[in-house]
C-alpha cells in the first residue's frame, strides 16, 4: 500500500488478556516508531526501531509492553496482562532515513479498549 | 528530556480570518520543529516543518516561525477555510535523536 497500514483499527480485550497490534510501514523506510495517545492528549514516544534493531525503548511504560520487528519490516507491539490504562490509540510512524529528521508518515492507529 | 507545551487548547476563528497557534519547548538542544494535523479518526499528519538554522518557513496559506532564542514556535493559517477545522500538534526533535516529543494539541475549529 501506499501509506502505513495498521490492524486491528479497533481492538476491546478484557483486563488480563494479551494483545498484538500490528504496523506495516511504507516499504523501504528504514526508521519504525510506535506512540501512545490517550483521549484529548497529543501522542506519546513508546518506541523506536533502526530496520530491525530496537535502538530506543525508553517510552514503553512498563515490562507488559514489548515490541519487535524482526525482519527490519512489519513491527508487532504486544501488550502483555491488559489494564485499562492501557486503553488508548496506538500509532505507528515510519520514515524514510535515519537521524536525519525525515518526514514521519503516521498510521491510522489501532484504538484499544481494555474492559 | 524535552518538554513541549501548546496553546490555546482550542480555537474558533471565523471562515477567512488567521489562526496562530504558539509552542514552547524546553530543550535548547532541540532542532526539528514539524506540525501536524489530525482529523477525527486518522493520524496526525505533518503540514509543515522548521530547522533551527532557519527563521520562518512558509507554503501557501500555512506559515512558521521560530525563536530560538525564546524558544518559541508558532503555526500560523491565513484565510481559514472549514477543512482546516482539526485538531493541530506542535513537535520537537533534540539534535541526535529521532523521538518527537508532541504538544498536547489545540482544536480549531473554522466557523462558516
Known amino acids: 500500500g501506499a501509506g502505513v497500514s495498521q490492524s486491528p483499527r479497533y481492538k476491546v480485550a478484557k483486563r488480563g488478556q494479551d494483545v498484538a497490534l500490528r504496523c506495516d510501514p511504507i516499504?523501504?523506510?528504514?526508521?519504525l516508531f510506535w506512540y501512545q495517545q490517550a483521549l484529548g492528549q497529543g501522542p506519546e514516544f513508546l518506541t523506536y526501531?533502526?530496520?530491525?534493531?530496537?535502538?530506543?525503548k525508553s517510552g514503553l511504560p512498563s515490562d507488559r509492553f514489548f515490541a519487535e520487528r524482526p525482519e527490519g519490516s512489519v513491527s508487532t507491539l504486544k501488550i502483555q496482562r491488559t489494564q485499562q490504562e492501557d486503553s488508548a490509540v496506538y500509532l505507528c510512524?515510519?520514515?524514510?532515513?535515519?537521524?536525519?529528521?525525515?518526514?514521519?508518515?503516521f498510521g491510522q492507529g489501532t484504538r484499544l479498549t481494555v474492559v | 528530556g524535552e518538554n513541549v507545551e501548546q496553546h490555546p487548547s482550542t480555537l474558533s476563528v471565523q471562515e477567512g480570518d488567521s489562526a496562530v497557534i504558539k509552542c514552547t519547548y524546553s530543550?535548547?538542544?532541540?532542532?526539528?520543529f514539524p506540525w501536524y494535523k489530525q482529523e477525527l479518526g486518522k493520524g496526525p499528519q505533518l503540514i509543515i516543518d522548521?530547522?533551527?538554522?532557519?527563521g520562518e518557513k512558509k507554503d501557501q496559506r500555512i506559515a512558521v516561525t521560530l525563536n530560538k532564542t525564546a524558544k518559541h514556535f508558532s503555526l500560523h493559517i491565513t484565510e481559514t477555510q472549514p477543512e482546516d477545522s482539526a485538531v493541530y500538534f506542535c513537535?520537537?526533535?533534540?539534535?541526535?535523536?529521532?523521538?518527537?516529543?508532541f504538544g498536547t494539541g489545540t482544536r480549531l475549529t473554522i466557523i462558516p
Open positions: 510512524a515510519s520514515s524514510l532515513a535515519a537521524g536525519m529528521n525525515t518526514e514521519a508518515f
Open positions: 516499504s523501504g523506510h528504514v526508521s
Open positions: 526501531f533502526q530496520n530491525e534493531a530496537q535502538l530506543d
Open positions: 530543550d535548547s538542544a532541540s532542532n526539528y
Open positions: 522548521i530547522r533551527s538554522n532557519v
Open positions: 513537535a520537537a526533535i533534540l539534535f541526535g535523536n529521532e523521538k518527537l516529543t
